[in-house]
């Protein structure tokens, strides 16, 4: 039986992510995805929000991306787009780039990490004991865990095998989806009654087609075939438009459901496999990516026994509100999605609303990912916050706070007296950087904020401690997030000197 630390069910880009996460932090990963290839039919979904671009950012990968998509303003609500290009961050925007691409670039990655991926297997049943987690796969072998992270959607094995509950919410609308071929010149643009027809390459323009259409039926029994496609399409339309050549056809709904716990002893879950919601908004990939840069860190410190195991439940009160919010916003975009008068007065409503700063740039930040704060208790404004990718002036040149985290290192970055705070015995876990940086600190609805002595920052970016000149609680936060001092100075740790 082969033995790794951490085996992840599911290779989209939640399980890469993740894979890449403890990859960088010396952790035997091994993905099983049931694809034989990366390649994914169609396009899927359809870009990146601000935040997620700014994780890929703090890895040092975020031009690869960037090179390949488009640029654009894709926050909205209910039909009302949301600007960000006045958000305090370097990527205000989002990117406009297909699934198949984005898997395609973590892949290449995760790749250069050396993470070996078991394809054309998947996971179809586990067996858990004391310490650890054996995976049976389709092919009759199977694999021993330490840890498992079911990354395997919506319909998780891992998840219904581990026992976890999954509540929510049933359907109330049904869609058709597909890419297909048109023999005639189809309209294209969103439709007021639901869906909506675009080329797949807007820069390209013409086919092939993706297609979105609402349907009458929300329950149904069967796949969905282009006969079922052709029909909806001359119902909406009046002609199919000779539709023809499918490169995928599939349904989706608006069924809301989230893991009642995202951690089941050593079984954890993320991305759809922990929540499904309605696509609309376009932030279930993005949750998805950053549920495993809160989690890889975390998972990581535990296998190398950094940190008690006690650790990965600050995983689960982290991200579940996170996406309990994405839960609610969908589900409230749905309902405003609605053609009836009463509805339509709603949405008119909430448009007039959303066209105010305040409003815009409240709701802007919670889609874009940019204005999620953890509860790590009361203090400066940035406890719990994304740290902003200021640029600052060292003894070595000026340096970007992101350039610090490419390594998935946590950081304390002092920008008071060079040498004040002492950390010898976390020497061998953190990054410790004296600095200078003249200004305030911005942050998203919250505007300016006074710059703080020092901040210590987690690998996922997020501030776990800010100082005020004194080194008042820092001892306290290194030892909550990065285990207990070292008398040496040289604890067992992911990315400790051999």
Request: with cysteine.
């Amino acid at each position: 039986m082969t033995e790794h630390a951490v085996v992840i069910a599911g290779g989209g880009p939640t399980g890469l992510m993740l894979a890449a996460e403890l990859a960088l932090a010396g952790v035997d990963v091994a993905i099983v995805e049931r694809r034989r290839s990366q390649d994914l039919p169609g396009s899927r979904a359809g870009g990146l929000h601000s935040r997620t671009i700014e994780v890929f950012d703090q890895r040092g990968i975020a031009d690869r991306f960037l090179s390949e998509g488009q640029v654009a303003q894709v926050a909205g609500f209910a039909g009302t787009p949301l600007d960000i290009s006045d958000f305090p961050t370097r990527h205000n925007y989002g990117l406009a780039l297909w699934q198949n691409h984005i898997e395609r670039i973590l892949a290449d990655w995760v790749g250069e990490l050396a993470v070996p991926i078991h394809r054309g297997r998947e996971a179809t049943g586990i067996v858990r004991y004391h310490t650890g987690v054996d995976v049976e796969l389709s092919d009759g072998r199977s694999l021993r865990a330490e840890y498992l992270v079911g990354c395997d959607g919506g319909r998780s094995l891992v998840r219904k095998a581990a026992g976890i509950g999954f509540p929510g919410w049933g359907p109330t609308t049904s869609n058709l989806i597909a890419e297909v071929e048109m023999d005639e010149e189809p309209v294209l643009g969103m439709r007021r009654e639901g869906g909506s027809i675009g080329p797949v390459d807007p820069a390209q323009g013409g086919g092939p087609y993706r297609v979105v259409l609402t349907e009458k039926l929300v329950e149904h029994t069967s796949e969905p075939t282009l006969q079922d496609l052709r029909e909806a399409l001359a119902v909406a339309y009046g002609t199919d438009f000779g539709t023809h050549s499918p490169t995928w056809i599939s349904r989706f709904t608006d069924v809301t459901r989230q893991a009642a716990s995202y951690r089941e002893g050593r079984v954890l879950l993320a991305g759809d496999a922990a929540h499904v919601h309605y696509p609309v908004g376009g932030q279930g990939l993005n949750t998805g990516v950053q549920d495993a840069v809160n989690l890889g860190w975390k998972l990581a410190q535990v296998v190398h026994q950094t940190s008690r195991g006690s650790l990965l439940d600050t995983y689960h009160a982290e991200r579940h509100p996170v996406a309990a919010r994405v839960l609610r916003n969908t589900m409230a975009q749905v309902a405003l999605s609605r053609t009836d008068e009463r509805t339509e007065a709603a949405r008119d409503t909430m448009t007039e609303l959303l066209v105010m700063d305040e409003p815009r740039r409240r709701l802007a930040a919670e889609m874009s990912g940019l204005g999620i704060r953890y509860d790590l208790g009361e203090g400066h404004p940035l406890l719990g916050r994304r740290v902003p990718d200021l640029d600052l002036v060292t003894a070595d040149g000026p340096l970007r706070v992101f350039a610090l985290l490419h390594d998935a290192r946590p950081v304390l970055l002092n920008l008071g007296e060079p040498g004040d705070l002492d950390v010898t015995p976390w020497a061998h876990r953190i990054s410790a950087i004296d600095a200078e940086y003249d200004g305030d600190c911005e942050l998203p609805v919250l505007g300016q904020v006074a710059a703080p002595a020092a901040v210590l920052i987690r690998p996922d970016g997020y501030v776990a401690w800010v100082g005020d000149g004194t080194d008042t609680g820092l001892r306290d936060a290194l030892t909550t997030w990065f285990g207990p001092p070292s008398r040496s100075g040289r604890a067992a740790s992911p990315w400790a000197t051999p």
